[in-house]
């Protein structure tokens, strides 16, 4: 009974930490793998938060800055970009109505925070104890430093020094781990040495078949191979007897981890905050762990499981043994929460002066000095801060006195006060201007700044708005050349805009995966690709397949594909082997001269060049995609067609026989045999057939064995398998609801034009990890042709037409959808199934793709202009060969800006914004209120596309305020590992967010970092309606400020702003606020 | 009076009385500073007037030419303060006793080694802090280096010779006796250190072409191992400092342990040692030179520690600092380069040890003085230090140091011949000839 109380009681202990690491885990991302990137929120799991405070926590957790350093924003305002009464209106809640007088002058409080702001006052900076620099103003800064004198106090040392004891206690284990406290005082480097291990272990078991010697025993889980191999180092991190320790841990990641915790005695009502810091120690990786934990269907997951877990028990372990011997090391305590509080109570002088020794803050005498006695205690330690309060502390005030006095004097210069003048105002006002400073750290000048930042854009995005509202031309009736339909992405109004202006052509925006949550199988592809949102699931299943099975160039596609294939392994087999590159370098080195210096000197006619080639030897097949569901028929033959294939792949694997010996009655056979084995009633094969493979019944009898345990081939599995196959496709009712969702949020539902184009998008690029960020965010990181093509095949179907005539959408016979795709880094489009395309509509398709070459030459020269490396302007020629060059070029970091500089989120009709340059900055999303009685369609839309929309602004955001730590870093230095991330150099966490070279111009940012704008046309009671439904999501996002909410009112043609208090607030004209 | 003696007269009266004349703008800290350099421009005019009519300089002119220059260059780079302003009266009072010493008869140069010695003892007691006690080892090493100069002025061979040598030991430092020189280096104001690493080893030098053909084979044979345990010594206590003044004393040790080692097994001293001497004399110098710019900025006290990111906001500061740093790890084409490879070329090097013991201490180097050019140029920007890039007179004392390795690096070393005196050497072989 005991002992069942005992595992009882064990277990729960380990679901409550189970529960508490979840809870831990909100700090940090989940991060996708690379090739399927997802812009995401860093700090999405704060959103609970308001805005500023998610920031302060970001900063906390992670030292990541949420806003652009203040040089910036002061360059901003110095080019104009940020407006002086946008900076008072951001500044007008914090100016208290105060003020001093400065000779005649009076200074107000609202003037010295403006001039903070503006000239960089509150910049901290340290004053170094003996300024030598020359400065022609040190007399006055002298002066006014002895006028500061009598009013200036300082706290004494002792207080100073407890005050900080007693803040570090409180910090422990909140804001700061037991590692951390290690390193900020005895100059340890235990956070960097765990780091470094957590990294070598998480690349060697994370790996998806990148490194060619793989980590043994993965399958025992993260923990598991982590104990099995690292028992085997010899001195991990110099801790002593590490692998004694590491065989003595626990079975279970769960007992290891409380184990470890106990061992650091961290208090139960702190191991959450305690284990979030261990987690943003390492962001990255710890996201993509949290992230894999999450998908149970992921092959790599399957394979190897890993979870926060196992993560943070090797990761405790670590802090643990360094902790303990460091503390006995230096300080002779135990490494535990409790010990080193008390060491902090009892000795705070020498707690004081470890702590600024290993911050560099004190004199270099001194720091010797702590130095020599670092392994000490004792009364040296009183001593020298008795000498340090006798000879540095007064340095230490007067420099301080100096660096007020310098402010004070360049606050005057800023607000022309006479210096003269200043020094004769009264010590005490100066001290109060000087309060005022510091009660205004630069801190809090970035949401002050923030806010200015948006209020300009915002004003004249909602000016340019309006005055199409008030001035709004009557919308055409007669029937466009064609409607297209773009992604929202921000990429596509440019395009949109000059596709309009080269012809009557309508389009529109909708996200894009066009309403069909696909998983897609590309023809000889062996991974499926999921074609939706990540916050989405699929349910269909679709692949791409030959239009014709008949055809010859199938099997020679085929053939020719797995020459190619096989040729590739064997260069990667001969590159990775242990002997083999010796002799390779020396026989096929020069061979790779070819796509060296083809590549780097003649990037687009080696790209054609290759292309050509690969297309003479392997001939491109023209394809369909399998839109309906398969009928029980063809399910079962498919899968008898695949088994064929296993088992034939089987008998010449297993047993070495050649095609000609294998009959398919054998096959056949042995495919019953297989699956119905489990059964008991043994399918008997032909003994002619046995005898002319050379096989005996024991052979026979191994073979099936084998079959069922190596090559999954069982009842069980079959049924599986069948099941997955009947996912493929689309039953009627599913195509006409898709067709009828998607035509009704994009408004398209009459006067359809003769050709309808649903244009997709994808990018091309050379030598980029980041490829998948440039395609669709909408479609998984994944292009989004797939898509484009299941909703044209849907709403060319007749049967899906006369259901759709039913519910109200009549579709002219003449209508016929095409499937498209913009490659956003060439602008080109490619259209696709025009072989399913009336020969009634050749005409209208080759002027459809005329305009569309003639508006991607117009989006090429305008994208031109905003490259910084094109200084003058280029004609549309020149436009489409340096796009063209740029995708090809293996140099180039920056092959298009991507969704660089996004800023808003646009939910109307598109004769709102048509004609007006939004500069590819906004996301357009077509949306007609009228259309959407119900509500039903802007529920999806704010939940949806607005969601990705946010992810993707806050993604640019994070990345461009803070690159270092919410960002990648420099494109120069990155590093593919395990082919599911970047690293910095060969040894970093897993990074982050967007590269620098995708967000930033040089040293200043690209991408104005500013939070979401949405703008919906529609009334506001509808939305208020929505908001108070969906609270998590929409809620968060206005009450919080994660995102502005403005609404149209349709009927008046006003704008109104959402308050994060719920109120509208009716947007001045004339102000813009 | 001789032209010899006129002109060693001569040269040094060009500082000392500039020093005494700085008095006069005492109050002045910019007027001193430029009255300094000027008198170095003087003092470096007059050693190229006269460098032809020298006949005491066993060192032949390059040092005599280094000198002003070096402590021109110090002077430069220093900020315009008034606590500065002993350092730049006492960095010419040096060079005055260093031209004297190395253009002088033998019994005034060491009279005034004596003084030199007695001074710098003495300033090292005066700047002495509790916080440091090491600098005692300091003060007692250049009080014996003084004493022994005095003997050897009046003792006869084969005592005043092993007190020669002695002094030797301390101006050119070597183990045991280094500890002098670290201590000046670390705690003689401004920007006299700067100086004085050039100063020391060139007096020490100049004392050594005369000392060390005479010396027995037991001492060459102590000093041969003395200096290659001086050289593993220097490197490794220099990988374990975090200041940066204790780093390039400790580093220097090192390089100048080899050229000990050098000078012990071919008893003479060859142009390219020469070289080697006085290039890794002049990049320590500026590698000083450049630390007095960070300390311009922070303050003498700061903590190399806290100093880091200067890479963006600096960068005039960065290439010369890193060129610097290169120069010092001994990277071709600069004057250590050159000098080394020259030394190895013109000595059978029978000892596998001392290759392998050279080879550490460069490896060392390459290791302490890249960390150091890393930790304070990289890393994250602070935003609360203030960033200032180099004032003229910095960029310019800098470019004359690293102009100066360069040409040391490409000159051809022939330029540099050195004056054996045969004659007193041969006297000083017979007065110890009781101890083979």
């Not at chain 2, 003997?151 to 010779?161: E, Q």
């Not at chain 2, 922070?298 to 100093?307: L, N, S, T």
Request: glycine content about 6%; charged content about 20%; overall charge neutral.
């Amino acid at each position: 009974m005991e002992s069942l109380d005992s595992s009882m009681n064990i277990e729960t202990r380990r679901m409550e930490l189970r529960g508490v690491i979840r809870l831990a885990g909100e700090v940090i991302a989940q991060y996708w793998p690379m090739r399927t990137f997802v812009h995401h929120n860093p700090l999405h799991s704060l959103e609970y938060l308001p805005f500023e405070e998610a920031v302060r926590r970001g900063n906390q957790f992670m030292g990541g800055n949420g806003y652009l350093p203040s040089h910036m924003y002061r360059a901003y305002l110095k080019s104009g970009r940020i407006q002086p009464r946008h900076l008072d209106g951001a500044l007008s809640s914090l100016v208290q109505n105060k003020r001093v007088v400065c000779g005649s002058r009076p200074i107000t409080h609202g003037e010295v925070l403006r001039t903070c702001l503006t000239e960089g006052l509150c910049t901290p900076v340290i004053e170094p104890l003996d300024s030598q620099l020359h400065d022609s103003s040190q007399g006055l800064i002298d002066h006014l430093a002895t006028r500061l004198n009598s009013v200036m106090t300082f706290p004494d040392v002792q207080e100073r020094v407890r005050a900080i004891a007693e803040g570090d206690e409180a910090a422990l284990c909140r804001w700061l781990t037991l590692s951390h406290w290690c390193d900020d005082t005895l100059g340890t480097e235990i956070v960097q040495q765990i780091n470094d291990q957590m990294i070598k272990w998480c690349e060697a078991y994370l790996d998806e078949a990148h490194a060619t010697w793989t980590m043994p025993g993965r399958e025992k889980g993260l923990y598991g191979a982590w104990k099995a191999l690292a028992v085997h180092e010899w001195s991990s991190c110099g801790i002593v007897d590490s692998g004694k320790k590491i065989s003595q841990l626990p079975d279970h990641p769960e007992d290891a981890l409380l184990e470890s915790m106990d061992a650091l005695g961290i208090p139960a009502e702190l191991r959450q905050d305690y284990l979030s810091l261990q987690l943003t120690a390492l962001p990255g990786w710890a996201g993509f762990i949290k992230w894999r934990a999450e998908e149970r269907d992921y092959p790599w997951q399957q394979a190897y499981p890993a979870g926060l877990v196992k993560f943070l028990a090797i990761r405790v372990w670590y802090a643990r043994e360094l902790v303990q011997q460091a503390c006995k090391d230096y300080l002779d305590i135990d490494g535990r929460y409790e010990a080193v509080v008390a060491y902090m109570r009892e000795y705070p002088d020498e707690y004081y002066l470890r702590r600024q020794r290993a911050a560099g803050r004190l004199p270099a005498l001194y720091a010797e000095e702590v130095d020599r006695l670092s392994h000490r205690k004792g009364q040296s330690w009183n001593n020298i801060l008795t000498r340090y309060r006798a000879e540095v502390i007064p340095r230490l005030q007067a420099a301080v006195r100096r660096g007020a006095a310098r402010r004070l004097l360049a606050l005057a210069r800023s607000l022309n006060i006479e210096a003269p003048v200043l020094i004769e105002t009264a010590p005490a006002d100066l001290k109060q201007v000087v309060d005022w400073m510091e009660a205004f750290p630069e801190l809090d000048h970035g949401p002050v700044w923030l806010k200015a930042l948006e209020a300009g854009y915002q004003e004249q995005l909602l000016g340019q708005l309006r005055a199409r509202t008030e001035n709004a031309a009557p919308s055409e009736t007669a029937r466009p050349y064609s409607q297209s339909v773009y992604c929202i992405d921000v990429r596509s109004e440019p395009f949109r805009r000059h596709l309009e202006s080269v012809g009557h052509h309508e389009t529109y925006g909708f996200a894009g995966f066009f309403a069909a949550f696909i998983r897609y199988r590309a023809l000889g592809k062996a991974h499926d690709t999921e074609q939706f949102p990540v916050i989405m699931r699929a349910k269909n299943e679709v692949w791409e397949i030959p239009r014709s099975y008949g055809d010859q160039t199938v099997s020679l596609h085929a053939a020719r594909a797995k020459w190619v294939h096989a040729g590739h392994t064997l260069l990667h087999d001969l590159k990775e082997n242990v002997v083999t590159p010796y002799v390779m370098v020396e026989s096929l080195g020069w061979f790779y001269g070819l796509p060296i210096f083809g590549k780097t000197l003649v990037p687009v006619l080696y790209q054609r060049l290759t292309a050509w080639l690969r297309r003479l030897f392997v001939p491109s097949l023209a394809t369909t995609l399998t839109i309906d569901k398969l009928a029980l028929r063809e399910t079962a033959e498919m899968l008898e067609t695949e088994q064929h294939a296993v088992i034939r792949r089987a008998l010449h694997e297993q047993l070495g026989l050649r095609s000609s010996r294998i009959t398919s009655a054998l096959v056949e056979g042995l495919r019953q045999r297989a699956l119905t084995v489990e059964t008991g009633q043994e399918t008997q094969i032909a003994a002619g057939e046995i005898e002319r493979a050379g096989l005996t019944p024991e052979t026979l009898n191994a073979l099936v064995e084998t079959l069922r345990r190596q090559y999954d081939l069982t009842a069980r599995s079959a049924s599986r398998h069948k099941e997955r196959l009947t996912r493929t496709g689309f039953t009627l009712e599913e195509q006409v609801l898709t067709v009828d969702t998607a035509l009704r949020m994009m408004g398209l539902t009459k006067n359809f034009a003769r050709l309808v184009l649903f244009c997709a998008h994808g990018s091309t690029s050379d030598n980029n990890p980041f490829e998948s960020a440039l395609d669709c965010g909408a479609c998984g990181g994944n292009e989004g042709n797939p898509n484009a093509r299941v909703l044209a095949m849907m709403a060319n179907s007749q049967k899906v037409r006369e259901q759709l005539a039913k519910v109200g959408i009549d579709i002219p016979s003449d209508t016929h959808f095409l499937a498209g795709q913009m490659d956003t880094t060439t602008d080109v489009v490619r259209l696709f199934d025009l072989e399913d395309a009336p020969p009634t509509h050749r005409a209208d398709i080759a002027r459809l793709q005329e305009d569309l070459k003639e508006a991607s030459a117009f989006t090429s020269q305008e994208r031109c202009m905003r490259f910084p490396d094109i200084q003058q302007g280029v004609t549309e020629t020149d436009a489409v060969t340096h796009v063209r060059k740029r995708s090809t070029d293996w140099s180039q970091v920056r092959p298009e800006w991507g969704l660089s500089n996004n800023t808003s989120f646009l939910i109307a009709r598109r004769e709102l914004t048509k004609g007006l340059d939004l500069e590819g900055r906004v996301f357009l999303h077509s949306y007609d209120y009228r259309e959407d009685p119900s509500n039903r369609l802007l529920e999806v839309i704010l939940t949806g596309p607005q969601v990705v929309a946010q992810w993707i602004n806050m993604e640019h955001y994070f990345s461009a305020v803070d690159n270092d730590v919410y960002g990648s870093g420099s494109k120069i230095y990155h590093n593919v590992v395990g082919r599911l991330g970047i690293m910095s150099g060969p040894w970093s966490d897993l990074r982050l967010g967007l590269a620098r070279q995708t967000v930033m111009n040089g040293d200043v940012p690209y991408h104005e970092p500013m939070r979401l704008l949405t703008i919906v046309a529609a009334p506001r009671e509808r939305i208020d309606k929505l908001i108070a439904r969906h609270h998590d999501v929409l809620k968060h996002f206005y009450h919080n400020e994660w995102v502005h909410l403005v609404a149209l009112e349709p009927e008046e043609g006003i704008l109104y702003r959402y308050r994060p208090t719920g109120e509208w607030v009716r947007i001045d004209a004339v102000t813009g606020s | 009076m001789t032209d010899a003696v006129i002109i060693s007269l001569l040269l040094p009266a060009v500082p000392i009385i500039g020093a005494m004349l700085g008095f006069l703008v005492w109050s002045q800290p910019e007027k001193l500073k430029i009255w300094s350099v000027v008198v170095t421009v003087l003092s470096l005019l007059s050693v190229i007037g006269m460098s032809g009519r020298l006949t005491g300089a066993t060192v032949g002119p390059l040092l005599l030419y280094l000198l002003p220059l070096t402590a021109g260059a110090s002077l430069l780079g220093a900020p315009a303060h008034q606590q500065h302003r002993l350092s730049w009266v006492l960095t010419l009072l040096f060079l005055g006793l260093g031209l004297g010493i190395l253009t002088s008869q033998q019994i005034v140069g060491q009279i005034a080694v004596m003084v030199l010695l007695g001074l710098i003892t003495f300033f090292l007691y005066w700047y002495h802090n509790p916080l440091w006690p090491r600098s005692w080892w300091g003060i007692c090493v250049y009080g014996l280096g003084s004493l022994s100069s005095g003997l050897a002025t009046i003792a006869s061979p084969p005592v005043s010779a092993m007190a020669s040598l002695l002094v030797c030991a301390v101006l050119l430092p070597l183990l045991p006796l280094h500890q002098g020189y670290v201590s000046a280096l670390t705690r003689l104001p401004g920007s006299l250190p700067a100086f004085i690493v050039l100063l020391l080893p060139a007096i020490g030098l100049h004392s050594l072409i005369t000392v060390i053909p005479t010396v027995p084979d037991v001492a060459t044979s102590t000093i041969t191992i003395v200096a290659l345990i001086g050289a593993l010594y220097g490197s490794i206590k220099a990988l374990a400092q975090s200041r940066v003044r204790l780093l390039l004393g400790y580093g220097s040790l090192s390089f100048f342990s080899i050229f000990w080692w050098f000078a012990a097994v071919s008893r003479t001293i060859t142009p390219q040692a020469l070289v080697f001497l006085a290039a890794l004399a002049v990049v320590t110098s500026g590698l000083l030179m450049s630390w007095q710019v960070v300390r311009t900025r922070y303050g003498d006290d700061v903590d190399p520690q806290a100093i880091i990111g200067l890479v963006k906001k600096m960068p005039q500061f960065t290439v010369l600092f890193s060129l610097l740093a290169l120069a010092a790890m001994g990277l071709p084409p600069f004057g250590v380069f050159t000098g080394f490879i020259g030394m190895l070329l013109t000595t059978a090097l029978t000892s596998f040890v001392a290759l392998l013991v050279m080879m550490i201490a460069w490896l060392a180097a390459s290791w302490y003085i890249l960390d150091m050019v890393q930790r304070l140029l990289f890393g994250r920007e602070r935003s609360d230090l203030r960033y200032e890039d180099l004032r003229r007179s910095e960029l310019a004392s800098l470019l004359v140091i690293l102009l100066i390795v360069i040409a040391l690096g490409i000159a051809p070393s022939s330029l540099f011949g050195i004056t054996q005196p045969p004659s007193n050497a041969e006297a000083v072989k017979e007065a110890v000839s009781w101890n083979r």
